[in-house]
């Protein structure tokens, strides 16, 4: 199985037992090794007391990225270390998306960087993540 095929495999594992990821209603763009790009709509019940997107809400889109981006080179990868920087307000019904990228790839530690936008393309979030790659395989052979 190549690479691409392995990573999409992974994710679509993933999503399918992440019922966090489906509530929020995630859209899986693209999956690649190493990088994800997923997209959701921001409903009515995400909002907080300011009538914006609560801050968890741009945080669980960036997990849910940096999660499937760290697992899908084929070994189990768990976050050890996430911050986000909200640099704009989001309302009802703005389209969001999250693009995962890494930044580096060890054997045993990866860094990713992950940015929130609208369909507009204004920047909304910056999140960073760092995880640990476990020696356990996605798909044992």
């Known amino acids: 199985m190549n690479k691409k095929t392995l990573a999409e495999k ?6 399918s037992h992440d019922g966090f990821s489906a509530w929020l209603g995630v859209e899986i763009v693209k999956a690649e090794p190493g990088n994800c790009v997923l997209r959701m709509i921001v409903r009515h019940e995400m909002l907080n007391g300011f009538g914006i997107a609560h801050g968890g809400i741009t945080y669980s889109l960036a997990d ?3 999660a499937f981006a760290s697992n899908s080179h084929g070994r189990k990868a768990v976050s050890v270390e ?4 909200h640099t704009e ?7 969001i998306t999250a693009t995962a990228e890494e930044i580096n ?5 990866a ?5 929130i936008s609208t369909e ?8 960073k ?9 996605w798909f044992p052979e």
Do not use: C, W
Request: aromatic fraction near 10%.
């Open 10 to 15: 992974i994710v679509k594992t993933m999503y």
């Open 82 to 85: 996430t911050s986000i920087s």
């Open 105 to 109: 790839l060890t054997n045993k530690i």
């Open 89 to 95: 307000p989001l309302r009802e019904n703005d389209v």
């Open 64 to 66: 849910s990225a940096l």
């Open 120 to 127: 507009d393309g204004r920047k909304v979030a910056f999140f």
């Open 111 to 115: 860094l990713y960087h992950i940015t």
């Open 129 to 137: 993540g760092t995880v640990y790659i476990t020696s356990q395989n």
